[in-house]
């Protein structure tokens, strides 16, 4: 009878030690998520200007600005603009790729035309392009091909007229305000 007792004794107090040190674990998880969420709240908040939403990252070339959304993953780049009806003046999307090599785009589904121009590593315009809207019923075996030509590490597509409106022009130099865009947290691949 005495070693039944002890034994039922131990795996009793072995199922109350068990569950408090559950419960210490899910307070735990509880005040991670907590702090996490809190934290995650204050960086949005922080990016807030007057209530206008999270500041975008902002491009300089030729004395011109464009705010541009950055596209850093496989997904976001192969999307681009594709879908939108429109894009604002002095707006781009900055296409940031994890090292440089030849780039190529194509309208995918864009139903406006786009200026694209190709950055290289150096921050260096190496090529500009217009690119048009692509006819109706056009497949992507048909689609126009936009290249860099050259290794380019950047693209930054804005609407069609404004990067010759600005003089911007193949050789001008580039610079991020702000926190500039960083190629080691782009995502691989196309």
Same mark, same amino acid.
Not at 119 to 129: G, N, P, S, T, W
Not at 161 to 170: I, K, M, Y
């Given at each position: 009878?005495t070693s039944?007792?002890g034994?039922?004794?131990t795996?009793?107090?072995?199922g109350?030690?068990?569950?408090?040190h559950?419960?210490r674990r899910?307070i735990?998880?509880?005040?991670l $998520? $907590?702090c996490?969420?809190a934290s995650a709240?204050? $960086?949005v908040?922080?990016?807030?200007?007057?209530?206008?939403?999270?500041q975008r990252?902002?491009?300089?070339?030729?004395?011109?600005?464009w705010r541009?959304?950055?596209?850093t993953?496989?997904a976001?780049r192969?999307?681009?603009?594709s879908g939108?009806?429109?894009?604002?003046?002095n707006?781009?999307m900055?296409?940031v790729?994890?090292?440089?090599r030849?780039?190529a785009f194509?309208m995918?589904k864009c139903?406006?035309?786009l200026?694209?121009a190709?950055?290289? $590593?150096d921050?260096?315009?190496?090529?500009?392009?217009?690119m048009?809207?692509?006819p109706?019923?056009?497949?992507?075996a048909?689609?126009?091909s936009?290249s860099?030509d050259v290794?380019?590490?950047y693209a930054?597509?804005?609407r069609?007229?404004?990067?010759g409106?600005?003089?911007?022009d193949?050789?001008?130099?580039v610079?991020f305000?702000?926190?500039p865009?960083?190629p080691?947290?782009?995502?691989?691949?196309?």
């Amino acid at each position: 009878m005495t070693s039944l007792y002890g034994q039922f004794s131990t795996r009793c107090f072995s199922g109350i030690v068990l569950s408090a040190h559950f419960s210490r674990r899910r307070i735990t998880r509880v005040l991670l $998520a $907590a702090c996490l969420c809190a934290s995650a709240l204050m $960086a949005v908040r922080c990016n807030r200007t007057s209530g206008q939403g999270p500041q975008r990252p902002r491009i300089e070339i030729n004395g011109h600005l464009w705010r541009v959304e950055l596209a850093t993953t496989r997904a976001a780049r192969y999307l681009g603009l594709s879908g939108r009806g429109h894009l604002d003046s002095n707006q781009g999307m900055l296409f940031v790729y994890p090292q440089p090599r030849v780039l190529a785009f194509c309208m995918r589904k864009c139903s406006f035309p786009l200026d694209i121009a190709f950055i290289d $590593a150096d921050l260096k315009i190496v090529r500009i392009h217009t690119m048009a809207v692509e006819p109706p019923g056009a497949t992507e075996a048909t689609y126009a091909s936009y290249s860099s030509d050259v290794p380019a590490q950047y693209a930054l597509e804005v609407r069609s007229g404004e990067l010759g409106r600005a003089e911007v022009d193949v050789g001008q130099k580039v610079k991020f305000l702000g926190t500039p865009p960083n190629p080691l947290h782009a995502e691989y691949g196309d």
